[in-house]
T-cell receptor, first 113, second 112 residues
Framework: EPEVTQTPSHQVTQMGQEVILRCVPISNHLYFYWYRQILGQKVEFLVSFYNNEISEKSEIFDDQFSVERPDGSNFTLKIRSTKLEDSAMYFC???????????FGSGTQLSVL | KQEVTQIPAALSVPEGENLVLNCSFTDSAIYNLQWFRQDPGKGLTSLLLIQSSQREQTSGRLNASLDKSSGRSTLYIAASQPGDSATYLCAVFGGNNRKLIWGLGTSLAVNP
């Protein structure tokens, strides 16, 4: 079965540094998402992306966050200046249609020190 | 604002038992409801998706039901096995916001 691939699996960074989390969605999917899960808390929506633009974003997704689809296969999440509270597991997901089943990657565990 | 609640928070059962996990949501205007499995430190695996027009979906030993009007879904696991041990998450999609809203999950331990 096709799968969503995320790299790296773990990322440790210093507060204030920029990080880029990478994702390769399923090839024929059109909708792309980032979610995150802080340890012990609910999974939270960050942003959805369709047709090369953000279709929806949450309050968490402030100016420090950005997403990009630089080519036909990658989908990236950039955090410009990381904060301690950005430490979480970040999940990328994709779907063929907006209300179809979402396929998730295995996540990137981000630790901000 | 959509809120999703899962009961119980944790469950420990002996192998072979049939069990029911519960999910409730406050806004019935949803497009679908999905059940996911999460293993410790791992990703999210979709188990079942129920469209808003459907009442249930089955996959192997798993059966999920949806009562949209009452804002409830149940995940039934038949003949549980130690390999079923994981956290089970319920998430609803749609309404005013086309995104998944998640419950906190039920942590299941199936003891051999």
């Amino acid at each position: 079965e096709p799968e969503v691939t995320q790299t790296p699996s773990h990322q440790v960074t210093q507060m204030g540094q920029e990080v880029i989390l990478r994702c390769v969605p399923i090839s024929n999917h059109l909708y792309f998402y980032w979610y995150r899960q802080i340890l012990g808390q609910k999974v939270e929506f960050l942003v959805s992306f369709y047709n090369n633009e953000i279709s929806e974003k949450s309050e968490i997704f402030d100016d420090q966050f950005s997403v990009e689809r630089p080519d036909g296969s990658n989908f990236t999440l950039k955090i410009r200046s990381t904060k301690l509270e950005d430490s979480a597991m970040y999940f990328c997901a994709s779907s063929g249609e907006a209300s179809e089943k979402l396929f998730f990657g295995s996540g990137t565990q981000l630790s901000v020190l | 604002k959509q809120e999703v609640t899962q009961i119980p928070a944790a469950l420990s059962v002996p192998e072979g038992e049939n069990l029911v996990l519960n999910c409730s949501f406050t806004d019935s205007a949803i497009y679908n409801l999905q059940w996911f499995r999460q293993d410790p430190g791992k990703g999210l695996t979709s188990l079942l998706l129920i469209q808003s027009s459907q009442r249930e979906q089955t996959s192997g030993r798993l059966n999920a039901s949806l009562d949209k009007s009452s804002g409830r879904s149940t995940l039934y696991i038949a003949a549980s096995q130690p390999g079923d041990s994981a956290t089970y998450l319920c998430a609803v999609f749609g309404g005013n916001n086309r995104k998944l809203i998640w419950g906190l999950g039920t942590s299941l331990a199936v003891n051999p």
